[in-house]
């Protein structure tokens, strides 16, 4: 297993790999209808990272209009993260933190974002601090917000203009 991984935007063969990884990693799976519509919506936002000549992890975002969860009343145009995994052989190498960079970066120039944030389970400790190592802040704290009742924190950042992330 070599430590080197590569990025790149997803496309349409990657569906089925993208689909058992996300199976693997986490209860919350959707139908192959709901990721084309990301795809088709927001590609520059929906990547992939290879390892050893495979897929071995994802992030798949949405571009909403709306407000800033950072300052009050202030128009934004948010990057939401909806889903990312890394398949467990290969995490704690920096791929999730590439992904999450990767994504902001498109976002900022393609969609114009401003803001990112993510829905994450609050007992999810490994999620919670890649967000919080990316300085993304907890906003909001959504009760019940899972199908088990599992409550979620709504975690923040404000995207660097044109995302001119270090
Ligand atoms: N414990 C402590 N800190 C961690 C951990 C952990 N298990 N995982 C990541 N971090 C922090 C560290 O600061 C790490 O830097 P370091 O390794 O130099 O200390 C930094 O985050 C970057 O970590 P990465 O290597 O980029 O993260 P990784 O590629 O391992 O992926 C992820 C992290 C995506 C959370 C992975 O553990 C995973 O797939 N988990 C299961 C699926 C999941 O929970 N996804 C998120 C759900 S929320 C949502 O999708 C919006
Ligand atoms: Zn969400």
Redo the contacts with the bound molecule.
């Keep these: 297993m070599s430590l080197g991984y590569n990025i790149r935007m997803f496309q349409a063969e990657d569906l089925n790999r993208v689909m058992a990884i996300n199976f693997e ?2 209860p919350e799976n959707y139908s192959s209808s709901f990721y084309r519509e990301l795809y088709s919506r927001f590609p520059e936002t929906f990547i992939i990272a290879e390892a050893d000549g495979d897929i071995q ?1 994802y992030i798949m975002c949405r571009v909403e209009r709306g407000f800033s969860k950072l300052r009050s009343l202030s128009p934004a145009r948010l990057l939401h ?6 398949r467990e052989q ?9 992904l999450m960079f990767e994504v902001m970066k498109r976002g900022a120039v393609s969609y114009d974002a401003t803001e990112c944030y ?4 609050v007992g ?4 919670i ?2 967000y919080e ?1 990316l300085i993304f802040t907890k906003t909001k704290r959504n009760y019940g917000y899972y199908l088990d009742g599992e409550d979620a924190w709504v975690m923040s950042l404000a995207i660097p203009s044109k995302g001119k992330l270090q």
């Excluded at 993260?81 to 890394?86: E, P, R, T």
């Excluded at 993510?118 to 389970?121: I, S």
């Excluded at 999810?124 to 999620?127: E, F, L």
């Design positions: 990693c986490l992890g993260v909806v889903s990312i995994a890394v290969y995490r704690r190498r920096g791929i999730a933190k590439a993510l829905e994450v389970r999810n400790d490994p999620a601090k890649l190592r």
